[in-house]
């Protein structure tokens, strides 16, 4: 399938590159007009007119804007629309997402829309569902829609929320300045921003929220690497205070479902912080304009009623496009047009680069010996270089899931001593003596396990091979991880059957795949 847009799936924003949103962006604007003109040709271009092209609406949560937009934009494309029933599924007998997935598209339906308090639900299924494709030898695999999974994200609102910002920019990319107002902590079309706001060249973002409603630092950190100038505020009154006001403000609700005890106590208080009152509006630039993803508390509105008539009212226009920048997607990844998109497409993720470093030793006149204690080891392996730098407990602790994880029980000992480059610095070694060379695949556990280490095969008294062992940039497929964000999708207490898979990131933390979720080194470890 060479289509640039068929058969893929959007569980983040960042599954479409800058160029491929631009280009929605395009055809929305296209289709809006269409409408606009009422002429029927013009319309129907935009239209699968398939009634046996299966769209499938799988919500998990409570949803009306999102799931009824899809529901419409299915009807406009004349497609099959479905609706699986959370209530009545056999995800109550304990069956899996994937059992539930494969089952649906067995029936012949190519895009599925999913809402989930389970994050990473959809990168998890597109997966798994390209393997099934694969098995079946299928010329096509399903798409799949994430509609909000949990905290992390919302892709196709950003759509409908940077389309809406560009019709009011007068469609102009160059530069937006936008205040995020509300619980930025829980609100996942908020984090959609950091990634999705880059579809601007220069960006300004004030943070506006209280401090146990802040954005999560993750996503401050990616709206920096995305070259954001990023400022913050713990209440709109503070952010009045100052002159640079942003032009386009954009609220959420607090989400009260989401939030433990200790916040709940403080809700009229937090509410308070983030509501816009009568007496701020003399204070905004002209031309300011408001968005809300939607609902707003019918008793304590962030957006009280009395802004409904005035011009800065864009929150209703924003939730209408909502319909159109989905009946484009749809249309997308069904493959009725996109044929003559030109821009930067998606990568799939590079193949691993190598992290084991092989070290010479047979040019070494003087090969190093190992002892353990008063012995020196003739066969078998030491791990030298373990946790460098760490503390004597710390390091302890980790040789233990060391020789847990790669079954290295038996004869040998553990020792922390200090390195040989510093004396005030720690470092594990393991010593097993007649244990059997490693396999690759344990090479590259172990690497995972503990980079910076080194392995030493010895045999006759010296070091037959050495390798240097660095960080992985991915890692999957190896027993003992596990992601500590209790919402993810491969958590193990959801019992899904999903590998955990990290991937290293330029800070050298750990990022969860399916929630990006970020961990240290150790954290990864069960
Ligand atoms: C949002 C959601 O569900 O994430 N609403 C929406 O999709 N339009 C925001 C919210 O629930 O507060």
């Not at 099934?132 to 759509?159: C, M, V």
């Not at 209440?235 to 916040?263: C, N």
């Not at 707003?296 to 962030?302: T, V």
């Not at 750990?510 to 080194?521: A, G, K, P, Q």
Request: charged share 30%.
């Amino acid at each position: 399938m060479n289509h640039p847009f068929a058969g893929r799936s959007m569980a983040v924003i960042n599954d479409f590159t800058r160029d491929e949103r631009r280009y929605v962006f395009t055809k929305t604007r296209e289709l809006k007009e269409a409408l606009e003109s009422g002429d029927p040709a013009r319309i129907e271009r935009f239209r699968i007119s398939d009634p046996d092209f299966g769209i499938y609406e799988v919500f998990l949560e409570d949803s009306t804007r999102t799931k009824e937009s899809f529901k419409n934009a299915a009807h406009f494309h004349r497609a099959k629309l479905s609706a699986l029933s959370s209530e009545s599924s056999s995800f109550n007998k304990g069956e899996s997402y994937k059992d539930t997935f494969i089952n649906l598209a067995g029936y012949d339906n190519r895009i599925f829309i999913i809402r989930s308090k389970l994050e990473g639900v959809c990168r998890w299924l597109e997966n798994a569902l390209s393997d099934y494709s694969r098995r079946h030898g299928l010329s096509w695999k399903p798409s799949f829609i994430n509609a909000g999974d949990g905290r992390h994200e919302h892709p196709t609102q950003e759509l409908l929320d940077e389309f809406t910002f560009l019709e009011d920019n007068s469609w102009d990319y160059s530069s937006i300045h936008v205040a995020l107002v509300g619980d930025l902590y829980h609100g996942r079309t908020v984090h959609s921003k950091a990634d999705g706001l880059n579809v601007f060249d220069s960006v300004q973002v004030d943070l506006i929220a209280p401090d146990v409603l802040e954005m999560p630092d993750y996503y401050v950190q990616q709206m920096r690497r995305n070259g954001f100038t990023v400022r913050t505020f713990p209440s709109i009154e503070a952010y009045l205070q100052q002159s640079h006001i942003a032009d386009k403000w954009y609220f959420t609700r607090p989400q009260l479902e989401r939030m433990g005890d200790r916040v709940l106590k403080r809700k009229d208080e937090l509410r308070e912080m983030i509501t816009f009152q009568h007496r701020f509006l003399s204070m905004l630039p002209e031309g300011t304009i408001f968005y809300h993803p939607l609902p707003r508390n019918k008793e304590n509105a962030e957006l009280p009623g009395f802004l409904d008539p005035l011009p800065l009212n864009g929150w209703e226009r924003q939730s209408a496009n909502g319909r159109l920048v989905r009946i484009i997607l749809v249309g997308l990844l069904a493959g009725l047009f996109g044929e003559d998109f030109s821009g930067k497409q998606h990568q799939e993720m590079p193949d691993v680069e190598d992290y084991i470093e092989t070290v010479n030793t047979s040019d070494r006149p003087a090969v190093k010996r190992y002892s353990e204690g008063v012995h020196p080891i003739d066969e078998g392996i030491v791990i030298d270089h373990i946790c460098r730098g760490d503390t004597a407990q710390e390091i302890r602790e980790h040789m233990g899931k060391i020789v847990s994880i790669l079954g290295l029980h038996g004869k040998g000992g553990e020792w922390v001593s200090t390195s040989q480059e510093s004396r005030e610095k720690f470092k594990g070694i393991i010593f097993r003596p007649g244990h059997r060379p490693l396999s690759e695949k344990e090479i590259r556990q172990l690497a995972a396990i503990t980079p910076g280490s080194t392995l030493n095969i010895i045999s006759a008294g010296a070091v037959k091979e050495k390798f240097r062992l660095h960080t992985p940039p991915r890692m999957y497929k190896i027993s003992g991880l596990s992601c500590k964000n209790e919402l993810c999708i491969s958590h193990p207490d959801h019992h899904e059957g999903v590998d955990p898979h990290f991937i290293k990131t330029d800070e050298g933390t750990m990022h969860c795949l399916y929630c990006d979720e970020s961990h240290t080194f150790k954290e990864v470890w069960r």
